[in-house]
């Protein structure tokens, strides 16, 4: 990774004009999570792959953690055939953060197939990353087979029902939710009765100044229900939050960054570590995408900065960091 | 530029369009002769082609992932009248159908997958 080693490609096993290291620079680009920090109450997430431009000032506030997620453990066809390079890729620059973030969430789809030893190489990796602790959703990849078993084995000490949970960091309250279990043919992500039980009662007492941060793996809002990439009963979890004045929602799924405010509700779903999928409705199925590494940029469409402003009327506004 | 952008599949859409014609015909010339039944559905870009396949009572129908992603073949009946592990790219599932009637699937890792056997 010299300087000036030019962008050649020295072995292109699958033709399609991607090497590993095109597929390292284009991760770079895409970015392989987000680094948040809660200033003010509010939650303001960056691409991690503009944190080297992230001045002390951005960077600095009531607590910081760092999202990633689809790691995909395993995966190994074309569109990228080192997962677990482009995950070290990611433990790097969260490593190389001036600020180090107190702890990681990691919203599913950690696995490909749910096999032990896939899930035991992204624990070995991320044992590397300087926060320690992290915290887990699953997501469907994760839990086949065997209805979550082995995830909840793995990751769900302390957690309720299927795996759900909350913690507080900070002043900040935490929610964990499954969106992944029990998927009924022709229909969406779902939460189920219990945990929406569970959801009220959790954040019943908590006072309306309180910042929410919710995360997830599938979407919590309606993306493109046509891929499947939503939560039939996601308007009830939000109707529990509608007293708090900051509400964060952070899912995985889509394998891209997006964003959208609705009220006192931001959302937001992270990239993958692992391979892109198309934009909604854009190809005949949400299929990885094999990409040339200048494309990749335009194809996911990535905005570097989602910088949140205001206690109450929240708005996703400013894209420069400069 | 565009000429480059790569959507893995499109290719194989309409390759399995014509495939699935190909199965269709073959299975209705093996009931003529009487024979065992197997009949093919491929999953492809996120979809079970054919999505609804008429067999005879006793045939056995087989399922390959043609995806680069995990798919599953679960029927939608309580109970479940058949129910495939993961298939992993180019892994199958067979399943022999005994008796007649209807069988609504979908894969249970992307619900929106859908797909129907009808016994006669």
Redesign the interface.
Known sequence: MAGKVKDEILHDHNH??VDRRGFLKCMAWAGTGAFCVIQGGVLKSYSLSRLPELGAKEAMGELSFVQISDSHMGFN???NPDVAGTLKAAVDKINGLSVSPEFMLHTGDIS???KPEEFDTVDQILKSAKPKDVFYVPG??DV??DDGKQFLERYGKGSKGGGWYSFDKKGVHFVGLVNVMN??????GTLGHDQLEWLEDDVKHLKPSTPIVVFAHIPLWSVYP???WGTEDSAQALAYLKKFGSVTVLNGHIHQTMQKVEGNVTFHTAASTAFPQ?APGK??????????A??LKS?LGITDVNHVQGQHALAVVDSSLA | ?RR???????AA?LSLGMGALGVGQKSFDASAQQKPETTEVKID???FGPAALTVPVGATVTWTNK????H?VVS?DDPKAFKS??L??DEKFSFTFSKAGTY???C?????M?GKVIVQ
């Open positions: 399609d004009g066809k074309p569109a490909h197939l749910s469907e990849h086949l087979n998927l009924k043919a022709g229909g969406l046509e891929w499947g198309p190809a005949d199925s949400p299929g990885p995408m094999k990409v040339p200048e494309q194809v | 530029m480059s952008v790569f959507i893995a599949g499109l859409t870009n996120f979809t995806d680069d992603i995990p599953t939608t592990k993961v992993d790219t609504p699937y979908f249970s890792i992307h619900p929106k859908t």
